[in-house]
């Protein structure tokens, strides 16, 4: 079974940062993208960032462009999300998601998708 184990999500201020990541097991696909989506209280899920395990090319939602950078170990199996400068409109639950045979040329049509598969969320609180 695929299993994506997010952690690193907490309380932070205003301009803070926080490192979430993603460990990930149970899958062996040939290619697929892997990165993050977000709800936050009362609105729609929103893909935030996501990488491509063909060439590790990155897609970044305009909102998180320039402040989140996202990477990946993949000796281990796991995906980082950095977030510097965080805003209170960042907070939310980050869910780590992964979704087979899409291609590079793809990120950005990814993040209005609905992935395959997804961790069970970490909560970001950002306060002002």
């Known amino acids: 079974d695929v299993q994506l184990q997010a952690s690193g999500g907490g309380l932070v201020q205003a301009g803070g940062s926080l490192r979430l990541s993603c460990a990930a097991s149970?899958?062996?696909?040939?290619?697929?993208?892997i990165g993050w989506f977000r709800q936050a209280p009362g609105k729609e899920r929103e893909g935030v960032s996501g990488?491509?395990?063909?060439?590790?090319?990155?897609y970044y939602a305009d909102s998180v462009m320039g402040r989140f950078t996202i990477s990946r170990d993949n000796a281990k199996n796991t995906v980082f999300l950095q977030m510097d400068s965080l805003k209170p409109e960042d907070t939310a639950v980050y869910y780590c998601t992964v979704s087979p045979g899409w291609s590079p040329s793809l990120l950005k049509l990814w993040l209005l998708s609905s992935p395959n598969y997804w961790g069970q969320g970490t909560l970001v609180t950002v306060s002002s």
């Open positions: 990488i491509s395990s063909e060439d590790d090319s990155t």
């Open positions: 149970g899958f062996t696909f040939d290619d697929y993208i």
